[in-house]
């Protein structure tokens, strides 16, 4: 059997870092083109199964059409059975499209009680979300009853979650998965893919479908996979989000002046192909109002500035001048602490530029 597993598509999510530019827009047109990729991929290569392991869509924003949308799609793969385990930000709460809307005949949309669908070969366990959160875990509860059939699982949640926050959604063991005996396991709700081709292991996470930000750096994609009749587990990840989230590193100790700064990032080429965050690093000649120099960039893609750049002066000398300057910065470095080092040494700043 084979199968193509995703999770952490989020359709219609509101993308509020891309709102530069209307680039939120253009980021939801670009889910509906990964997702035509997919459905692209398991009508050409004939796959039998389409896993979905939660966090489809976002139940406060999606709209109808979207989930007409997605319907659509599941029709131009008709042979292909499509199981979906609902995630907490698509879970199967009464007024949500997975209680109300009639899916395609070849969808099956598991609920919060653990349930088996059996096949000839293949036993497919599915455990979903019927609330925003779930705390308390069924998964440990299963039992293989058919060791010698293929047995999969699909759920969403968190494995080994070491803060408070990991706890609420699904909280599972990863060595307690593994203690189960599946042949594959299939999860969703974290957004960095776990697959490693040198390394593999048969709990994986896809990661999100396409990048949702730039705490979702790399590539993001499907994954793909083959069980055979001696239980032999083949997967490979493919790329289908035609952009990603970058990070870049610029430092500033060589430029003078906003303009400059301005200048310097204008100018520069830039893949269209990405979203970019800026990061300046150095020693400053000036001050930097990230805000404010992103109002003069011109390129479209370019979404964020950080300053991580320190003052260029040393303030321990200055402090020892007799002079106005040095008064001042002794006064405020005497006021110092861990709790206000920045917004004292950006005051310095900010006076030393008066002055």
Not at 209 to 233: A, P, R, W
Not at 314 to 332: C, P, R, T, Y
């Amino acid at each position: 059997m084979n199968f193509v597993h995703i999770a952490d598509m989020h359709f219609d999510v509101p993308f509020t870092t891309l709102n530069k530019n209307d680039l939120g827009n253009e980021r939801r047109l670009e889910q509906r083109e990964a997702f035509r990729k997919i459905i692209e991929y398991i009508k050409k290569n004939e796959i039998d199964y389409f896993f979905i392991c939660g966090d489809l869509y976002e139940h406060e924003y999606v709209k109808q059409s979207t989930i007409e949308y997605i319907n659509n799609q599941f029709k131009e793969i008709s042979r292909t059975k499509i199981y979906i385990v609902p995630g907490n930000h698509d879970p199967k709460v009464t007024n949500s499209y997975y209680s109300k809307f009639k899916w395609n005949d070849n969808v099956h949309i598991f609920s919060s009680e653990i349930e088996k669908i059996s096949e000839e070969n293949i036993n497919i366990y599915g455990f979903g979300f019927d609330n925003f959160y779930m705390k308390n875990t069924k998964i440990n509860e299963i039992q293989i009853d058919e060791p010698n059939k293929i047995n999969i699982l699909l759920t969403h949640g968190s494995i080994d979650g070491g803060n408070d926050e990991l706890r609420e959604y699904n909280p599972m063991k990863g060595q307690e998965l593994k203690t189960l005996g599946f042949d594959y396991v299939a999860l969703g709700h974290i957004h960095k893919s776990n697959y490693e081709k040198e390394n593999l292991s048969n709990i994986i996470y896809p990661g999100s479908t396409i990048s949702c930000g730039f705490d979702e750096l790399g590539s993001h994609g499907m994954i793909v996979g083959n069980i055979d009749e001696n239980k032999k587990l083949q997967v490979a990840f493919v790329p289908v989000d035609k952009k990603q989230f970058y990070e870049i590193s610029l430092s500033v100790d060589n430029i003078l002046s906003k303009e400059e700064l301005i200048e310097a990032i204008n100018y520069r080429t830039w893949n269209e192909d990405g979203y970019y965050k800026i990061i300046l690093t150095g020693k400053r000649n000036f001050e930097i109002q990230p805000l404010e120099i992103l109002k003069y960039i011109t390129v479209r893609n370019i979404i964020k500035i950080k300053d991580n750049t320190t003052m260029k002066i040393d303030l321990d000398k200055l402090a020892q001048e007799e002079s106005l300057k040095g008064i001042f910065v002794k006064n405020l470095l005497e006021k110092i602490s861990d709790e206000n080092k920045e917004e004292i040494l950006k005051a310095i700043e900010i006076g030393l530029e008066a002055m």
